[in-house]
């Protein structure tokens, strides 16, 4: 149990790097061709198909997200967000189809002389790829989703 736990541990925070690096490609590459991610609003179970989501990403939409994120197009990141987060109490269980997995997290971005703190907890869903994982599900827990929320245009 313990080399599993360090293999999720290593694959969660070289996810956290490759976003904080702005390597997007890359970060795409770990998501499943069916993968979903996706940020609730204003509840931690809203249901997508009857309430507004802060992101509801397919595949499809991730791809185009990243798209955006690495074009000069996407001026509301102009210029970018530096962000770092931190990971804590991680917790993994199989699953028929790989691992569910939870972690807290903290997120910390700069842009234009402003900080901002986001804390919550984040759902995945891991599917075994050779050695390491792929990302069915991210499922991200804002502690403030029920409150205004400012330029979101950087990967949480």
Request: hydrophobic share 40%; aromatic share 10%.
């Amino acid at each position: 149990m313990d080399s599993q736990r360090e293999r999720i541990e290593s694959f969660l925070y070289y996810e956290a790097r490759l976003i904080d690096e702005h390597k997007y490609d890359e970060w795409l590459s770990l998501w499943t061709k069916d993968a979903l991610y996706w940020i609730p609003c204003n509840s931690d179970d809203a249901d997508p198909a009857r309430q507004a989501m802060i992101i509801y990403d397919n595949r499809d939409r991730l791809e185009e997200r990243v798209l955006r994120l690495t074009s000069t197009a996407a001026w509301a990141q102009q210029p970018r967000s530096r962000t770092r987060r931190l990971l804590s109490n991680i917790e993994f269980r199989p699953i028929e189809s790989g691992y569910a997995v939870e972690a807290n997290f903290i997120l910390a971005e700069l842009r234009r002389s402003t900080q901002d703190i986001f804390a919550g907890r984040v759902i995945y869903t891991l599917r075994a790829n050779g050695d390491s994982f792929s990302i069915a599900l991210k499922k991200v827990l804002l502690l403030n989703n029920d409150e205004a929320i400012g330029n979101l245009t950087f990967l949480v």
